[in-house]
């Protein structure tokens, strides 16, 4: 009830294309699902993030769509760069589950140049 | 940009020692996180502090950990007795600023300490 499956795994990309990185989640009472972007060596850090009474966020190159019904969500870089090159988690956190952040298994993002 | 400050960040200890790990939040914040990432899997939770008690443990957080606040800036992580299974990156995090009591939800993490236990 309390993970987050994501996928795929590792994704590669040419520059200037559209990176789509999925996730889903079984808890309902899931309130708020940012997106973090890790660096080797780095700590996350939110990217993102979108909570279930919209549809779609969006920042610039990114955007999030959520699909409440389907218990689904997926971030979305458009104009991919090389310097996107990354790790990304998904995560989700609900009254329910207290505080804490469930975490995405992460999708290793190449963009080649 | 406020930042949560991580030291050391690298530490390597034989099994069965103590081992501190240390943590700077940021100042305004209210709720402070120990997460661990073993080499190549996802971030996992470990520990949640509000107001000076822990609010909320993972089962991987068994009586060989604790936490601590000793002096309003600092939060420490303590494994009693190391073991080769707890070598990962260990990531501090903090949120909920409460002078932008809107803003509640953004966690900020930190660089994180490398542990190695050998």
């Known amino acids: 009830q309390q993970q987050v499956k994501q996928s795929p795994q590792s994704l590669i990309v040419q520059k200037g294309g559209i990176s789509i990185i999925n996730c889903a989640y079984e808890?309902?009472?899931?309130?708020?699902f940012p997106w973090y972007q890790q660096f080797p060596g780095k700590g996350p850090a939110l990217l993102i993030a979108i909570r279930p009474d919209v549809s779609e966020k969006k920042e610039g190159r990114f955007t999030i769509s959520f699909n409440k019904s389907a218990k689904q969500f997926s971030l979305h870089i458009m104009d991919s760069q090389p310097g996107d090159s990354a790790t990304y988690f998904c995560a989700a956190r609900g009254e329910t589950s207290g505080s804490r952040l469930t975490f995405g298994e992460g999708t290793q993002l190449t963009v080649n140049p | 940009e406020p930042e949560v400050t991580q030291t050391p960040s690298h530490q390597v200890t034989q099994m069965g020692q103590e081992v501190i790990l240390r943590c700077v939040p940021i100042s305004n914040h209210l709720y402070f996180y120990w997460y661990r990432q073993i080499l190549g899997q996802k971030v996992e939770f470990l520990v949640s502090f509000y107001n000076n008690e822990i609010s909320e443990k993972s089962e991987i957080f068994d009586d060989q950990f604790s936490v601590e606040r000793p002096d309003g800036s600092n939060f420490t992580l303590k494994i009693r007795s190391t073991k080769l299974e707890d070598s990962a990156m260990y990531f501090c995090a903090s949120r909920g600023d409460k002078t932008r009591p809107k803003l509640n939800y953004g966690y900020t993490f930190g660089s994180g300490t490398r542990l190695t236990v050998v």
């Open positions: 808890n309902t009472a899931f309130d708020y």
